[in-house]
Nanobody
């Protein structure tokens, strides 16, 4: 059974940092591109960052986080990380990881990030 689980969210002050984690199970995680999305109240869901499979490629970032976020993965632990620095109140959202497996979309349950003083 394909499962994704996010962790690492929380309350952080503006200018602070957080590292989100997404751990996959039930499949060969390293074979798949993994995406981080976020959704804030009353806003559309946004693709924040994407990292290719072990097959290669380069990560992609939304313009809104470029230069402040780094996506990475550790194949041995089936984990993808989203390091977020210089955080802003507008980064406040529910963050999800997602991938496509056998033609179907799989999402984690999300982890809440709140940036506030």
């Amino acid at each position: 059974q394909v499962q994704l689980a996010e962790s690492g969210g929380g309350l952080v002050q503006p200018g602070g940092s957080l590292r989100l984690s997404c751990t996959g199970s039930g499949f060969t995680f390293s074979f798949y591109r993994v995406n981080w999305y976020r959704q804030a109240p009353n806003k559309e869901r946004e693709l924040v960052a994407s990292i290719p499979s072990a097959g290669g490629g380069i990560p992609n970032y939304a313009d809104s986080v470029k230069g402040r976020c780094t996506i990475s993965r550790v194949h041995a632990t089936n984990t993808v990380y989203l390091q977020m620095n210089s955080m802003k109140p507008e980064d406040t959202a529910l963050y999800y990881c997602m991938l496509v497996f056998n033609g179907a979309d799989y999402w984690g349950q999300g982890t809440q990030v709140t940036v506030s003083s």
